[in-house]
């Protein structure tokens, strides 16, 4: 039998057996996950250069975006501020300015764009409350229409200074420009109603001041405007005191500026502005007007006030003459025609060889009273008659009195005045013909252009009357 000592050795010897087998379990296990940690870390490695990789584009990005928002920030902020653009729009046609600075030349040219820099600043300032914005100035008028315009009011300073003028305007400011569009029927107005078209549904555009308000035809494009919820960008500007009645409907405010532009339209004067009594050899009675009509006495015709001869120059109030071209150009009454004596064209009758000469008097505005009377076969064109009537002692003035060759002594109708002007107009104007320019531009009593235009059957035979450049042109090119 074995002692205790030797007994208790054995059980020692076991605990120790059994503790080096336990730890070298725990140690195979340690080596077998070793291998699985370092796959874990190396996952763990690559998953973290991913989310380094992926937080660097994060940063860079958000970089990009800070600086887009600044920019738009800028932009948003000069749109709101200093960059608010102020639009004036003016038909030169009816926006004329005054003659004291267009006598000036150069120097008016920059006082009328200083002016109307200070009056639009102003009206900005005292309505708005603010004055930081870019101002634009768009003028488009005809320049020959107004040069020939000037010369028969008499406005000669004006016409020989008004390319000087026109030079210190468009050189007041980078931004202000002054354009001749030609004489083409509505250039100034096509030009205009697009800009307005275009520069009112800008953000960046605060206000547009239009300068057409002599014009019904923009009442159009003004109402599109109001319709739109656009109305708030708009200030009318009107130069001449009587604003068309369609627009003035509008009820839009306006900015006037009198000491700046013309407020009454350039119309050539009457003989009653420029003497104090009646044309020699003029009676100042009415021929009859039918068989069953008395011999009415001298009517002043609607919107036509007494003048004298003192201060009224050679601008008339608007409204106070009929155009010539009205009361050429459409069936006119009796009552209608005016006298004018200042410039005296040839004279002849729609059949005359006389009708090319130059003409030196502007056209007649009340009815010539026959010396005697004859009446007017109506089975016959006037041309027909025998002596015809004179065309130029009806719609102007003949010089030659009872010995031209011409009739004076018919009693015309109204229908008969529009025949004659229609026939004169198939004769062509002997200073356009010969390649000048005719002082009374269209309103001359004849034709300026070939009734036919590009189809005129003698032109292709070489035999028109129409000899000129570009008399044979289509109407309104």
């Given at each position: 039998m074995m002692n205790a000592n030797e007994n208790h050795g054995v059980i020692q010897q076991h605990a120790i057996q059994n503790t080096l087998e336990h730890l070298s379990g725990e140690i195979q296990i340690l080596l077998q996950n070793e291998s699985l940690y370092e796959n874990r870390i190396?996952?763990?490695?690559?998953?973290?250069?991913?989310?380094?990789?992926?937080?660097?584009?994060?940063?860079?990005?958000?970089?990009?975006?800070?600086?887009?928002?600044?920019?738009?920030?800028?932009?948003?902020?000069?749109?709101?501020?200093?960059?608010?653009?102020?639009?004036?729009?003016?038909d030169g046609d009816g926006m004329i300015f005054t003659q004291e600075l267009m006598s000036q030349g150069q120097e008016g040219g920059l006082a009328a764009a200083?002016?109307?820099?200070?009056?639009?600043?102003?009206?900005?300032?005292?309505?708005?409350?603010?004055?930081?914005y870019q101002l634009w100035v768009y003028l488009f008028y005809n320049k020959r229409g107004l040069l020939e315009t000037f010369g028969r009011v008499g406005l000669t300073t004006v016409r020989a200074k008004f390319d000087d003028f026109m030079m210190?305007?468009?050189?007041?400011?980078?931004?202000?420009?002054?354009?001749?569009?030609?004489?083409?029927?509505?250039?100034?107005d096509a030009k205009l109603k697009v800009h307005l078209e275009d520069n009112i549904r800008l953000p960046q555009t605060y206000k547009i001041f239009f300068g057409g308000c002599?014009?019904?035809?923009?009442?159009?494009?003004?109402?599109?405007v109001v319709t739109s919820s656009l109305g708030h960008k708009l200030v009318l500007m009107?130069?001449?005191?009587?604003?068309?009645i369609d627009i003035r409907a509008l009820q839009l405010p306006e900015l006037?500026?009198?000491?700046?532009?013309?407020?009454?339209?350039?119309?050539?004067?009457?003989?009653?502005?420029?003497?104090?009594g009646p044309l020699p050899g003029l009676a100042p009675t009415t021929p009859k007007l039918t068989a069953a009509q008395p011999v009415c006495p001298p009517t002043t015709p609607p919107g036509i006030s007494s003048f004298?001869?003192?201060g009224q120059g050679a601008v008339t109030r608007r409204g106070s003459l009929p155009s010539y071209k009205s009361v050429l150009q459409t069936p006119l009454t009796m009552s209608t025609r005016f006298n004018y004596s200042t410039m005296e064209p040839s004279e002849g009758s729609s059949e005359s060889s006389e009708a090319s000469e130059i003409p030196l008097r502007l056209p007649r505005l009340t009815p010539p009273s026959p010396p005697k009377q004859r009446r007017i076969n109506?089975?016959?064109?006037?041309?027909?008659?025998?002596?015809?009537?004179?065309?130029?002692?009806?719609?102007?003035?003949?010089?030659?009195?009872?010995?031209?060759?011409?009739?004076?002594?018919?009693?015309?109708?109204?229908?008969?005045?529009?025949?004659?002007?229609?026939?004169?107009?198939?004769?062509?104007?002997?200073?356009?013909?010969?390649?000048?320019?005719?002082?009374?531009?269209?309103?001359?009593?004849?034709?300026?252009?070939?009734?036919?235009?590009?189809?005129?059957?003698?032109?292709?035979?070489?035999?028109?009357?129409?000899?000129?450049?570009?008399?044979?042109?289509?109407?309104?090119?």
């Open positions: 190396r996952e763990l490695s690559t998953n973290l250069g991913v989310f380094q990789t992926a937080y660097s584009a994060m940063e860079d990005r958000l970089r990009r975006q800070v600086e887009e928002k600044n920019e738009l920030l800028h932009e948003l902020n000069a749109l709101k501020g200093l960059e608010k653009r102020v639009i004036c729009l003016l200083r002016k109307l820099t200070e009056r639009v600043r102003q009206f900005i300032s005292t309505s708005e409350g603010f004055e930081q210190g305007f468009n050189q007041a400011a980078e931004r202000f420009i002054m354009v001749d569009v030609g004489g083409s029927k509505e250039a100034a002599h014009d019904n035809g923009y009442v159009h494009n003004l109402r599109s009107p130069g001449y005191s009587d604003v068309a006037r500026i009198p000491e700046l532009f013309m407020t009454t339209k350039l119309v050539a004067p009457s003989y009653n502005v420029i003497a104090t004298s001869g003192e109506h089975q016959l064109p006037l041309s027909k008659h025998v002596p015809p009537p004179c065309t130029l002692f009806y719609l102007a003035q003949c010089r030659h009195g009872p010995s031209c060759k011409y009739s004076h002594e018919y009693i015309l109708e109204a229908e008969h005045y529009q025949e004659l002007g229609e026939n004169a107009k198939k004769t062509p104007c002997k200073v356009t013909n010969e390649g000048g320019d005719c002082p009374f531009g269209d309103e001359c009593v004849y034709g300026h252009s070939c009734p036919n235009g590009t189809t005129c059957y003698y032109l292709k035979l070489g035999k028109c009357k129409f000899i000129a450049a570009g008399m044979h042109r289509q109407p309104n090119n």
